[in-house]
């Protein structure tokens, strides 16, 4: 009896809980082998956004997965996100950045937060890949402390009249002269209270400002300041009411945050394999590197490392309801502890290749300067601890 009863516990897969999972690890697979990690070394070196692959993740349906189907989505949920998100930065966490910036801070958010009219327009293109969306949080002043951005929006008749500089926006740009097609800006309008609107390329006054360059990794994605100078959108380009901006903002950052942990865990992963792989063909002192103790440690406990973080950022995905706030203990949680997983077995990876590892064509040192970004983008690691730290101390029956 008891044997019985455990029987479907012991067949669910929290990793691709259902047949739709289970394929969309297929198309991912795939993808990845064939058109994503060919590329993805000259991306880097180059530090160029790659759209044709963007525009193939789109035919695929990889850009959507969690867009209703009536805009062209999937229909599906936070654990196909992070399916996404983790099996891209295999092998390009530069290029999965890119579309996570797309899906996720972009389009997720839209489908949550905007209105069916706004949602018409925008959300199929998003999930075909025809235009590209970003999201403007950051200023050159204000990161962390989001709450006291600076760009201001103000009520003039029918419109809004926007002011302000945005920065580190990825897919910002898709090169040096292309602004990206459409952007979630966050500014502050009457009240000083955050609201949120809906800025396409075209207005007058929307440029592209300094892009980013020479960035330490995350290469392959386009980083840039985004500047508005006057810009004038219609009241109708609002998300949402005035002043529901920071609700907006949290609803999306507990999204974001597990599908940043699930890149995380996607470099752990594929940093694993090489140096497992290592281990075991080259020798020393007469023997392969899987022999000796040192390097014994390195595999398994980043292997144990890698194992947790994946299971834990996998749970929060199953229990995340993409429609709700209130998830921000372990979408915090979970990426402060895998953006360190993955930036360990990154570098515990260098470690084990000792001077090839050092070397751009054994991969593993890309992987160690995208991990790094983790800890810093969507939230830093203090930002996690202070905000876990309020958290439990509010309700400490989040620990069970
Ligand atoms: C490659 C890249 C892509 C990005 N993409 C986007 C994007 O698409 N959209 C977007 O809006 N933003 C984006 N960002 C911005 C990113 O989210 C911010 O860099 C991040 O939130 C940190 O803000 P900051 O850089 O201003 O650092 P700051 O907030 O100035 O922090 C500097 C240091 O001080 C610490 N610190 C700050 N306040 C406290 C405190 N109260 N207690 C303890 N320590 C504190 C921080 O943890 C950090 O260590 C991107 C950044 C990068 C590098």
């Given at each position: 009896m008891a044997a019985e009863s455990a029987a479907p516990m012991r067949s669910f897969d929290l990793f691709t809980p259902t047949p739709e999972h289970a394929l969309l690890a297929e198309t991912l697979r795939e993808f990845v082998r064939r058109e994503v990690d060919p590329q993805a070394a000259e991306h880097d070196r180059s530090e160029r956004f790659n759209l044709a692959l963007f525009r193939r993740a789109g035919e695929l349906g990889l850009?959507?997965?969690?867009?209703p189907e009536e805009y062209g989505?999937?229909?599906?949920d936070a654990v196909a996100a992070v399916q996404v998100c983790e099996a891209l930065s295999t092998a390009d966490p530069g290029f999965a950045l890119a579309v996570l910036a797309h899906s996720i801070l972009f389009a997720q958010n839209l489908a949550v937060n905007g209105n069916e009219l706004q949602k018409k327009s925008l959300l199929p293109d998003a999930a075909s890949g025809a235009k590209i969306g970003g999201l403007c949080m950051t200023e050159p002043e204000v990161g962390t402390d989001v709450l006291a951005l600076r760009t201001r929006a103000r009520r003039d008749g029918g419109d809004y009249v926007i002011d302000g500089t945005k920065t580190?926006?990825?897919?910002?740009?898709?090169?040096?002269?292309t602004l990206g097609d459409a952007f979630i800006v966050y500014a502050r309008t009457e009240d000083s209270k955050v609201s949120a609107f809906l800025v396409e390329k075209?207005?007058?006054?929307f440029r592209l400002g300094q892009p980013w360059k020479d960035?330490?990794?995350?290469?392959?994605s386009f980083t840039a300041e985004l500047v508005f100078d006057g810009v004038r959108v219609p009241v109708s380009s609002r998300l949402g009411e005035e002043g529901e901006g920071t609700r907006h903002m949290m609803r999306n950052l507990e999204i974001e945050r597990l599908t940043l942990a699930a890149m995380s865990v996607g470099i752990a992963q594929r940093c694993l394999e090489i140096m497992i792989a290592y281990a075991n063909e080259r020798k020393s002192f007469g023997q392969p590197l899987r022999e000796h103790g040192q390097i014994q440690r390195h595999v398994s406990e980043s292997f144990a490392e890698y194992r947790a973080a994946r299971t834990f950022v996998y749970d929060v995905a199953r229990r995340?309801?993409?429609?709700?706030?209130?998830q921000r203990v372990d979408a915090d949680a979970a990426k402060l502890f895998a953006s360190q997983v993955g930036k360990r077995t990154a570098d515990a990876a260098i470690q084990v290749l000792g001077g090839y590892g050092y070397m751009g064509e054994y991969r593993v040192e890309r992987l160690w300067r995208d991990a790094k970004l983790l800890e810093i983008g969507g939230g830093t690691l203090e930002a996690h601890q202070k905000n876990l730290m309020k958290d439990l101390s509010k309700d400490p029956s989040r620990l069970r």
């Open positions: 850009l959507g997965v969690t867009l989505g999937a229909g599906l580190f926006i990825t897919n910002g740009g898709i090169d040096e002269r075209g207005r007058a006054g960035k330490l990794g995350m290469r392959a995340m309801d993409l429609g709700a706030v209130g």
